[in-house]
Nanobody
Framework: EVQLTESGGGSVQVGGSLRLSCKARQYTFSHYCVGWFRQAPGKEREGVAAIDRNGARYIDSVKDRFTISKDYAENTLNLQMNDLRPEDSATYFC????????????WGTGSGMDSWGKGILVTVAS
């Protein structure tokens, strides 16, 4: 059974930075589509960034501010978040596909993701 554990969340001021990490057990990040999602109170979950063998993709609101990456040595999935804004406040989840090397076109809905972490809270104070 795949187990995913997020870390690195917390509170930060507007314009600050955080780095989220997702550690996996019984899973290797290098082979499949993996991504970060978030859900704010009262809002639907949305995909933030995903990466597969074709590269990374981001939602428009985080482009040029967030960077998704894989650390093959540590077998972790990271999300570097810079220039944070209050609207980035949410619980962030990492998620992984276990069958597909490429992300689904509608990856942002969670399509194709098979395992999810429990989430970690990010709060951006204005």
């Amino acid at each position: 059974e795949v187990q995913l554990t997020e870390s690195g969340g917390g509170s930060v001021q507007v314009g600050g930075s955080l780095r989220l990490s997702c550690k996996a057990r019984q899973y290797t990040f290098s082979h499949y589509c993996v991504g970060w999602f978030r859900q704010a109170p009262g809002k639907e979950r949305e995909g933030v960034a995903a990466i597969d063998r074709n590269g990374a993709r981001y939602i428009d609101s985080v482009k040029d501010r967030f960077t998704i990456s894989k650390d093959y040595a540590e077998n972790t999935l990271n999300l570097q978040m810079n220039d944070l804004r209050p609207e980035d406040s949410a619980t962030y989840f990492c998620a992984v596909a276990e069958l597909f090397g490429r992300c689904e076109p509608d990856w942002g809905t969670g399509s194709g993701m098979d395992s999810w972490g429990k989430g970690i809270l990010v709060t951006v104070a204005s």
